[in-house]
């Protein structure tokens, strides 16, 4: 009974994967499989190809928008802009933040 | 005495925080075919450009909802910008780019920033279920000026933690780093203790129901669980408390969820 009961343990205990992190997926690491590797915060390639040299947020508010040419999904594309986002991450460090008091509620008028 | 240890070790494999085997995530066995991705992150990208969105924030189902805390759907939340993109072979057009924050698959307890697709996106969720805000179009313009600009990457934290404080900059998670975003963009500062004290005093964030066993040995089954950035009771950020807070400050034009099939507004 006691054996039954730690070996249990040790298997519960060992296998287990959080629910919430899971096995996150960087396309640098997963992408070879092309599969949808699912995961909470982490990314998984659709497919590779021709890659994406540049992307230029487009300020169009108010105005009429359309999905066109290399901007529509297909199969084949890899459109993940590694070295460039990735470079723009924090210090590594956090920041210490003091007490500050809050401005006033958020308000567009 | 074996029998006592054996028994708390057994005790301890049940307190552990939700946890399931990998067996929705496994490499090499998709969830959801690539044309079935692909169909619906088009379908996305459809839906927000006929309602004009240059910016909106999207979020995943990355997981079973059955296994996740109450009040939690969705596990990713990202930024979907609109750009003109340019691929290697000189093709052009014009899309949806994601901003996304990620753990890091080689180190669970850091995050990178990572621009990808809205295929991509998607390639990793459980279902095809996503929830969308789109923001008042004053806020979209706010928004982008701060994705452009170098207060996006200023206010990542890559010290990651699944469920991370919002109101303390110890921890990020990808709903963090949208949320201070979101703040920086509506304030107009990049002072990350201001933003934070802006956090605390108007945004409710979504509350965990977690006991202390579970909370105290959670980091032990990874770091990426700690809870040490909180106080006795554990909230975060979430998909649901961004849209809360937008609605209820009458920031956001429109929020609903989309599915292959289905439109609903929240």
Same mark, same amino acid.
């Given at each position: 009974m006691t054996k039954r009961f730690t070996s249990l343990a040790l298997i519960m205990s060992v296998l287990v994967t959080p629910a919430f992190a899971g096995p996150s997926g960087q396309h640098s690491a997963n992408a070879v499989d092309h599969s949808g590797q699912a995961a909470s915060e982490g990314s998984a390639a659709i497919a590779t190809g021709t890659a994406v040299v540049a992307s230029v947020p487009i300020m169009t508010v108010g105005s009429a928008i359309a999905i066109t040419g290399a901007g529509l999904q297909i199969i084949g594309e890899e459109v993940l802009l590694l070295g460039n986002e990735m470079h723009r991450s924090g210090t590594g460090r956090a920041v210490v933040t003091k007490p500050v008091a809050p401005n006033g509620p958020p308000t567009l008028d | 005495? /074996?029998?006592? $240890?054996?028994?708390?070790?057994?005790?301890?494999?049940?307190? =552990? !925080?939700?946890? %399931?085997?990998?067996?929705?995530?496994?490499?090499?066995?998709?969830?959801?075919?690539?044309?079935?991705?692909?169909?619906?992150?088009?379908?996305?990208?459809?839906?927000?450009?006929?309602?004009?969105? /240059?910016?909106? $924030?999207?979020?995943?189902?990355?997981?079973?909802?059955?296994? =996740? !805390?109450?009040? %939690?759907?969705?596990?990713?939340?990202?930024?979907?910008?609109?750009?003109?993109?340019?691929?290697?072979?000189?093709?052009?057009?014009?899309?949806?780019q994601v901003y996304n924050l990620y753990q890091q698959a080689e180190n669970d307890t850091r995050s990178s920033l990572v621009q990808d697709s809205p295929a991509d996106f998607f390639a990793g969720a459980h279902r095809l279920d996503a929830g969308v805000i789109i923001p008042d179009v004053r806020v979209q313009e706010k928004l982008l000026s701060v994705i452009a600009s170098p207060t996006y990457a200023a206010l990542h934290n890559p010290?990651?933690?699944?469920?991370?404080?919002?109101?303390?900059?110890?921890?990020q998670n990808c709903t963090e780093h949208t949320l201070n975003v979101l703040m920086a963009?509506?304030?107009?500062?990049?002072?990350?203790?201001?933003?934070?004290?802006?956090?605390?005093?108007?945004?409710?964030?979504q509350h965990i129901q977690i006991g202390g066993l579970k909370r105290a040995f959670a980091p032990a089954a990874s770091q990426a669980l700690t809870?040490?950035?909180?106080?006795?009771?554990?909230?975060?950020?979430?998909?649901?408390?961004?849209?809360?807070?937008?609605?209820?400050?009458?920031?956001?034009?429109?929020?609903?969820?989309?599915?292959?099939?289905?439109?609903?507004?929240f």
């Open positions: - | 005495m /074996s029998h006592m $240890i054996s028994m708390m070790l057994f005790i301890l494999s049940l307190a =552990l !925080p939700s946890y %399931v085997m990998a067996g929705s995530s496994e490499a090499g066995k998709p969830i959801l075919s690539q044309v079935a991705v692909v169909d619906f992150a088009n379908r996305v990208q459809q839906d927000l450009a006929s309602r004009g969105a /240059s910016v909106a $924030i999207v979020s995943r189902m990355g997981r079973n909802p059955n296994v =996740l !805390p109450d009040g %939690v759907t969705y596990t990713h939340v990202a930024f979907w910008v609109y750009s003109q993109t340019t691929r290697a072979d000189g093709s052009t057009g014009r899309g949806y010290q990651y933690a699944v469920l991370a404080n919002p109101n303390s900059n110890r921890f963009a509506l304030y107009g500062t990049s002072d990350v203790p201001q933003i934070k004290a802006n956090i605390a005093a108007y945004f409710e964030p809870t040490a950035d909180h106080g006795p009771t554990v909230s975060t950020a979430t998909f649901g408390s961004i849209a809360r807070f937008m609605n209820a400050n009458e920031l956001a034009s429109l929020v609903y969820r989309i599915t292959p099939d289905s439109l609903i507004r």
